[in-house]
Each structure stands twice: as C-alpha cells, then as structure tokens.
T-cell receptor, first 113, second 112 residues
Framework: NAGVTQTPKFQVLKTGQSMTLQCAQD?????MYWYRQDPGMGLRLIYYSASEGTTDKGEVPNGYNVSRLNKREFSLRLESAAPSQTSVYFC????????????FGQGTRLTVV | QKEVEQDPGPLSVPEGAIVSLNCTYS??????FMWYRQYSRKGPELLMY????GNKEDGRFTAQVDKSSKYISLFIRDSQPSDSATYLC????????????FGPGTRLSVLP
C-alpha cells in the first residue's frame, strides 16, 4: 500500500521556468492538499481539493495552480518559478475535508535559482 | 496570537526518559487532534488521532486532550534514539476553516 506518492523527489529550476509536481493517492480519499514547508514557518496550505472536481485556495496560493485530475491525482503547477518558491512541498490526502486524519507524501524538495 | 502554539525546542533528553510534548490552541471549535512525527527530509507521519477530550494510548505513546484548557499533549515513554524527530500537532473542526491547522513543530533529540 503506497499511500501518497509524490514525484519528483528533488528538482532544481531556473527563475521563470515552469514545472508540475505530481501527487497520487491509493486510499480512495476524497480530499487532497498541497502544503509547503519552510524553516520557521511550519506547514502552509497552498491549495486543496475537497472532492473530485473542486479546488480552492489555501493560505499561500499566489504563483501556483492546481488540477484535480481524478479522485486519485492532484497536481501542483508553478507557471513561472521564483526563488521565493524554494521550499519543500508536501501533498496530503484525507477521507473527508474535516473530521478525519491526513496522510502525507514524502515531499518534493524544490530549489529555484 | 497564533491559532496553535507549540514550543519549537529543540528538546534534548537521555534515552529512556519520559518526554512530554505540548500544544495550546485558541479556537474552542477544534474537536479532532493529531500528532505527527517528521524525520529529517521525510514527510509527516501520523502517530495519533483523537477526538474530543481524554487519553489515547498506543504502545509507548499517549495522547492527551484537555479541551477545557485548550491543551493537548503527547507523552513518549522509554524514549529511544529512533524517536529523534520533529513532532507536529494538528487539529481540525467539523464546521470551521478549510481543514487542518498545524503547530510549528517541536524538534526532539533522544541521546544514547
């Protein structure tokens, strides 16, 4: 049982480049999330999808877009990467938006130079 | 005031010690409480999940929730070097907010 799988694990981008972070879960969860984690800032929610077909902004959505491709997959896109987007990105999923625990992927370590 | 406060540490203890990790929160709507363990360069791993007030035990770990004081704790008995990690508390409510609110994490080192 893989749980939540993120790809890639590491990435270096030049400023202005674009990329998509992929996330897939095999737990049949309805809700999925993208967080970023920075030293001293904790986990901050970028976007979330309460259920297939819906997406909503979180705390720090600027510079990002998301796609809930199907129930399993939720991707995060950086259209024009900036050094401020250097961070560790985590995808997570939960059975429902509230009242259930979240499970995390192993993270994508992104550096924008 | 942040919604969830957590002592960032770092906290260093000798092997075999009892560790107490704590979070305080301000919103009485929170009903669901979680503790995550995060090893360096890894994703957060769910340790404990509790609903409302009370205690929950799982092996060497005990989660305690005191809703009247807005205070939750994670106790680790007979701590091991493999417990060295950052511990995050998280909470959510059925009718409030987008989903989970995380504490900033406490870094724990258990020394052999």
């Amino acid at each position: 049982n893989a749980g939540v799988t993120q790809t890639p694990k590491f990435q270096v981008l030049k400023t202005g480049q674009s990329m998509t972070l992929q996330c897939a879960q095999d737990m049949n969860h309805n809700s999925m999330y993208w967080y970023r984690q920075d030293p001293g800032m904790g986990l901050r929610l970028i976007y979330y999808s309460a259920s297939e077909g819906t997406t909503d902004k979180g705390e720090v959505p600027n510079g990002y877009n998301v796609s809930r491709l199907n129930k399993r997959e939720f991707s995060l896109r950086l259209e024009s990467a900036a050094p401020s987007q250097t961070s560790v990105y985590f995808c997570a999923s939960s059975e429902a938006l509230r009242g259930t625990e979240a499970f995390f992927g192993q993270g994508t370590r992104l550096t924008v130079v | 005031q942040k919604e969830v406060e957590q002592d960032p540490g770092p906290l260093s203890v000798p092997e075999g010690a009892i560790v107490s990790l704590n979070c305080t929160y301000s919103n009485s709507a929170f009903q669901y409480f979680m503790w995550y363990r995060q090893y360096s360069r890894k994703g957060p791993e769910l340790l404990m999940y509790t609903y409302s007030s009370g205690n929950k035990e799982d092996g060497r770990f005990t989660a305690q929730v005191d809703k009247s004081s807005k205070y939750i704790s994670l106790f680790i008995r007979d701590s091991q070097p493999s417990d060295s990690a950052t511990y995050l508390c998280a909470m959510s409510a059925m009718n409030y907010g987008q989903n989970f609110v995380f504490g900033p994490g406490t870094r724990l080192s258990v020394l052999p």
